[in-house]
């Protein structure tokens, strides 16, 4: 037995560098990868966290103006319209619209007799194609949304009709935190990606930052 212990030991002794060698150069290893691990952690928490509040709000933006549209669905509306050769818009009450008109401005309020949406339309004589400026405020009259519609005719297309969309949100400074553009068929089903050789009008529409600055531009009293 002490024969094969004094075999043992030196063979013992001789490799135990080389494990502790190799166990340092693992501890190492593991060492580096925990820390790399937790700095693109740390490195991608810093958007995901500025994108969430960012989520909150346009969440918040979408409800308001979900809350808005059904309101116009319920037509719950004053119709006013742009005459040619008079400053003033004039109330359109019933059936009794002029023989002729430059445009069409739909104002819709809230419950507290608050104006939360103005809707201006044009049309053209001929009726081939037509344009809906939407803004949306919200109480305190801040521009929460943007929604711009352009329809045209267009025989190369199923139902003959080409819409194009943009709707933009805005935080309460005014800054555009979300963006869309869409270009759709009579149905508001998406167009086919190639499809984007349209002669649509040129785009004459002015974003208002609130509701005081919408009046004026539209000169409604």
Sequence with gaps: ?????????????????????????????LFLFVIVVILVALHQNKPIKFDARADSTLVRLKRNKKAIDKQINNKQLIVLVKVPGKKDLVEVKGDSWPDSIDYTLNTCKNASGKIVLIEQTFESE??????????????????????????????????????????????????????????LDEKYHP???GD???????????????????????NVN
């Excluded at 037995?1 to 135990?16: D, E, G, H, W």
């Excluded at 040129?202 to 531009?217: M, P, T, V």
Aim: hydrophobic content about 40%; overall charge neutral; some cysteine.
């Design 191 to 193: 167009l086919e990606k």
């Design 1 to 29: 037995m002490r024969l094969k212990a004094t075999i043992i030991q030196p063979a013992y002794f001789v490799m135990s560098p080389l494990f502790l060698y190799l166990d340092m150069k693992v501890i190492l290893s």
């Design 196 to 218: 984007n050789n349209f002669d649509f009008p040129a785009d004459k529409s002015s974003i208002y930052k609130n509701l005081q600055e919408c009046l004026a531009g539209y």
């Design 126 to 183: 001929s009726g081939d194609w037509n344009i809906i400026y939407e803004h949306y405020f919200d109480e305190r009259g801040y521009t929460f949304a943007f929604y711009k519609e352009e329809s045209i005719f267009n025989d190369n297309v199923k139902g003959g009709i080409v819409r194009q969309t943009l709707l933009n949100y805005y935080d309460e400074k005014f800054k555009n935190i979300s963006q869309a553009s869409k270009l």
